[in-house]
Each structure stands twice: as structure tokens, then as C-alpha cells.
């Protein structure tokens, strides 16, 4: 028998990171590889942040913090929620933990019974999934269309809805394709939920700061009848390049929020206390730099997808915000091209070409794969004629 036990069955490892690893091994063997998988900005962590962090270490701030954030660094978050959203949350409404992942984490494990439904519409953040089954629950995938941007509608909702749905996951601008919500479309929804009183409504805003073409972000706890059962998480590690340092946090119903303290007080404790004074930096500092970032991003999505447009064979959606598009590759499937699965494109572009991407299947839709531009334009250029070689060959 082994000693691995039957929960942790339920789950697979990360498909994103595999690839990342593949690349990895790849590059180490001394082939040229452009990794395009990765989920993370390429900026360094800006200057005023590091010294904050250098300032906490030598003011010895080096010691256990309360376990669900620092009241300074609360202070900020609140002081984030009302700038930027409009929105009002007490502090004890309020959590800090060791990224946005372990926020997701703490919060489904606080809430869910076995056999509650979590509706996750996809192409989703490949961690959903897995979070939702770890913690004994069902994900109830919802595929969306491309003709719909990728996004969930009013219709397909209702169809998902039913007795045992728990949760209802938003994720704007999202992971993988980069579609945003407008305030239209969250409010379309928010119609369906309004009706189904038992949902709570968990919206992942961690890409909030990275859109484009005068987008106007929209958050569902603006919505007031909706804003005692929704959970907003985000976080510093995409909008000020903080990957590394590990600070997610949420705002929602205390209830929430003190049963999420409640787990992390019995597994990690607080996050990084050297962490937490630099996300405090992060969140109150000048927030210049983030509209230059989106910049840079937005002239990357411009190149990317006109390049893939061009491309015989692939087409790719104009996305609003995060650093991904997800180009849909149908016409290279099939005999003809002995590429059976997108999963087969993804493998064969990294063996002949040395370009890692990940295949959209495991984002739960089939058919599209994920590019993440988070990388130098000079590397972009690269991988995009490579890309196209390889698709020219194939069909
Ligand atoms: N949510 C989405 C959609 C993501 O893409 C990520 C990271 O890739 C996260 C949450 C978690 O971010 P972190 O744990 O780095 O704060």
C-alpha cells in the first residue's frame, strides 16, 4: 500500500510548471529554448519596494507577526480596496497569506463539505481544480466560447447552478486567455446570482493592474447585494513584480476571513514578515511604474497577436490584461498533420523548435494553447518566427 494517501490522489502536479520544467531540462542540455510558459512578470521588483524590505530587516522586524497579516499592512489593503475599488472592508474583513494561492487554498478548505460544487468556468487557472478536489469538493467546469471572448455568460451559468453549488470563481483579467469583464458583463451575471442566495462568489483580481485599451476594471463585491458573499482575493505578485517575495491577500465576509486565520494559524503561521512590510511599500508607494509596466505588456500583446494572426493555420483573440493570449491551433489538428492533440503541438513545437508553451487542455479547454508574453520583445520576435516555420511545415 502506498503511503501517499487517497486525497492526494485526487490531484495532479501543476501542468504549467511541468512544462517550465521540460524547458528547463532542455535549456540545461544546451538547447536554445524560449520559454513562453511562465507566469510571472519579467520586471525586477522595483527599487522602493527592495528598500523597504532591507529597511525591515535592519529594523528587526525578523519576528512572528499576528498570523493572519500585520495591522500596517491590513491598513494598506484597506486603504487599496477604497482608492482603487471603492470599496469598504473593516480590517478583521481583511486576510494576508503567503500568496494568492495559499488565500485560495486556506479559503476553500474553510468552506467546503464534501460534495459542494465549485463552478469554474474555462479555460481556467490550471490550481482551481486541483484546490477544489484537495479539498474535497466537485468543480463543476463550465467550458466557454471563443465567440464569447472565453468568458462566462448569464446563460451558461444559470445551466450550471445547481442545489450544492458552494462557489462560483471569477477570474478578471484571466489566466489563461487575458479576457476582462466589463462592468456589463459583471453585472449580467450578478442578475443570476442575486437569485441564487446560497452562493458565495470567490473573484481572483490578481492581474488587476495589467490591462490595456483604456479598460476599465470591475470588480463583483462593487455589486452591493453581492458583497457580503463574495471573497476578493489578489495580491503584489503580478501588479509589482513580487512573485518571489509571497503575498497574496482577500477582503470578504468575516466569517470567511476568520476561518481562513483559523487553518493558517496550524500550517504557516504568518507570511514573511520581511514580505509583508515590502507588500506594504508596494501597496501605499508610488504607483507609477504600473501604468509604464502595462505599457510594455500592452506593445508585447500588439506584436504577439498581430504575429499569430499571420500565422497559416492559428488565430488569436485581442485580449484586454494579464501578459497571455491563448491562439486557438484546430486547423493543425488532425490526420493531415499526424498532430492529434493540442497537447501534440505543444510537444512537437518544443522538440523541433525549442519554444515552451502550454497546451490549452490543460487549462480545461481543448484546441488553443497559452502564450505568456511576459518576456523581452527580442525573445518574442524569436519564438514568433520559429512559431511560424513550424506551423507553415506542419500544414
Ligand atoms: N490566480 C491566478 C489567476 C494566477 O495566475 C496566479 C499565479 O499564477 C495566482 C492566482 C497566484 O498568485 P500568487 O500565489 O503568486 O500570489
Redesign the pocket.
Known sequence: MSIVSNSLKRIKPSPTIAVTQKAKEMRDAGKDIIALGA??PDFDTPDNIKQAAIAAINRGDTKYTAVDGTPILKKAIQAKFLRENNLKFELDEITVGT????V?YNAFMATINKGDEVIIPAPY?V?YPDMVLLAGGKPKIVKCHEEDEFKLTPQLLKKAISKKTKWLIL?SP??PTGACYSKKEIEALAEVLKKNKQIYILS?D??EHITFDNFKFYTIAQINELKNRTLT?N?V??SYSM?GW???YAAGPKEIIKAIAKIQSQSTTNPSSISQAAAVEALNGTQDFIKTRANSFKERRDFVVKELNNIKGLSCLNPNGAFYVFPNCKKLLGKKTKLKTDTNFVEKLLENTGVAVVQGSAFGLDGYFRISYATSMENLKKALSRIKSFCEKTI
Open positions: 507566469g510571472e500568496g494568492g494561492k495559499q485560495l487557472w490550481s477570474n484571466s489566466n481572483d490578481i492581474y482575493m495580491g505578485s503580478k512573485t509571497r503575498i497574496g
